[in-house]
């Protein structure tokens, strides 16, 4: 039994949007942060499924390195490094689980009418044309300024995340390793 590209096309959509949609569900409904940490991986590699699959090649790459390489990592790192809050437990007020159901409802009518005002006819567009050469291209000439800017305000962010977590010790107090700081 052969298949048609479109069948292929249209069932690895549905298996990246399958997966997204259940491991977002986990991600907020799994009582365990570590575990909800592994399922917006799963959540994040879904979505790049879906814009690759939709042609946004730039986007599903640049989703894979910046959020599932960086991001990720990051939060990983944050829940692993804190101490005994392995198991937060999120569902102890009824009014938690109201505003979550009140937020989710107002977001998917935003959502649902923000698709149905769009109007979704693609004249121009060419399916497999890649989409890196012209972002590149407008990203290192009309838009070079902000670029630079954004990659400064990132360093500074860094920077200032580094001296906020750093931790300061007073001469004749000992660090958690028992050893004290010498300051010349």
Same mark, same amino acid.
């Given at each position: ?6 069948? /292929? ?9 399958? !997966?997204?949609? *259940? @491991? #977002? ?62 198991? /937060? ?9 109201? !505003?979550?159901? *009140? @937020? #989710? ?78 300051? #010349?």
């Amino acid at each position: 039994m052969s298949m048609d590209a479109s069948a /292929v096309h249209a069932l690895f959509f549905y298996f990246f949007a399958a !997966m997204t949609i *259940v @491991s #977002a569900l986990l991600v907020v409904l799994l009582r365990n942060i570590v575990r909800s940490a592994f399922s917006l991986f799963f959540t994040l590699f879904g979505v790049a499924g879906v814009y690759i699959l939709l042609g946004a090649d730039f986007v599903g790459v640049a989703q894979v390195l910046i959020y599932i390489g960086g991001v990720m990592i990051l939060i990983v790192f944050g829940v692993m490094l804190t101490h005994n809050s392995y198991s /937060v437990d999120m569902f102890n007020r009824l009014g938690t689980l109201v !505003m979550g159901t *009140v @937020s #989710a409802i107002v977001t998917f009518t935003i959502v649902y009418y923000s698709i149905r005002q769009v109007p979704w006819l693609l004249s121009g567009y060419k399916a497999n044309v890649p989409t890196t050469q012209p972002i590149g291209v407008q990203l290192l000439t009309n838009y070079l300024l902000p670029f630079e800017l954004a990659s400064v305000l990132l360093v500074f962010a860094m920077v200032g995340a580094a001296y906020l977590i750093r931790s300061e010790v007073r001469p004749g107090k000992e660090r958690a390793g028992g050893s004290e700081r010498k300051d #010349a």
